[in-house]
């Protein structure tokens, strides 16, 4: 059963792997076809679009609605719901708390990695709506909130919070191309480098809250049943009384 268990891990391990690999390719894919200018009607369409609605009448409210999500997906804000999610998770569930903790920091490190890589500048086709310093491609916050609230929706495993979690990750990423500081490509490739990492990720993504304790008492049960020694239920139970 252990050995079985150790091979199960490593090729799961292996296709984590794969899934990341196959992400950074597509990544590459798409720096490359920006780069040559293979993307440049789509990039130039979409923020063309944006830029109109923003001129629009309905686009001042949509613009507000855009900067709070880009500010509330920014990695000051991400980082202060990550700090609070690590605490309510540490007392009744520190593992998950850990594993939350470095599938965000571990993500966040490669999308700094990927952007000092492929050093791309900021679109300037439209007016800034918000100030940026760094890198263009790949957009961090979309890699970012991809990471986070995925990361999230992985931990509570309902359809509702995968739902949720969607809609967050959406509305940040439309939110960078409509404040005009990252092309729709660059947005693409952090949802992309997202979802690779947390393919990633998920190969040590702990059992939920009673599924561990599940687990532990069904070996502890095959371990008796398997036995050299004849277990007697009544002695099993005089055990427990014990304790």
């Known amino acids: ?41 789509l990039n130039i369409g979409l923020m063309g679009m944006a830029g109109r609605a923003r001129g ?13 999500a880009s500010v509330i997906g920014g990695t000051a804000a991400r980082f202060a719901l990550l700090a609070a999610c690590v605490i309510l998770l540490w007392s009744s569930a520190r593992t998950r708390a850990y ?13 700094l990695a990927l952007k000092q890589l492929f050093a791309a500048p900021r679109p300037d086709l439209l007016p800034h709506l918000d100030i940026v310093h ?34 967050a990750i959406a509305l940040i990423g439309i939110s960078r191309v409509w404040l005009g500081v990252h092309w729709p490509s660059d947005v693409l490739a952090g949802w992309i480098e997202g979802l690779g990492w947390l393919a990633l990720c998920a190969v040590w993504l702990p059992a939920g809250r009673g599924q561990g304790e599940g687990a532990d008492q069904a070996a502890m049960w095959r371990h008796a049943v398997g036995g050299d020694e004849a277990v007697n239920p009544e002695t099993v139970e005089h055990g427990r009384g014990g304790d």
């Open 56 to 68: 629009s009448s309905a686009g001042i409210p949509i613009t507000w609605i855009m900067q709070l």
């Open 99 to 111: 594993w939350l903790l470095w599938v965000a920091i571990g993500g966040t490190l490669l999308n």
């Open 1 to 41: 059963m252990g050995a079985r268990s150790i091979s199960d891990r490593r090729k799961a391990a292996a296709k984590g792997a794969g899934a990341l690999a196959l992400a950074l390719f597509c990544i590459l894919a798409i720096a490359l076809a920006q780069r040559h200018g293979w993307l440049e009607s």
């Open 134 to 167: 760094s890198y263009s491609f790949p957009s961090g916050h979309a890699a970012g909130n991809m990471i986070f609230f995925g990361a999230l929706a992985m931990l509570a495993g309902r359809r509702s919070t995968y739902a949720a979690a969607a809609l």
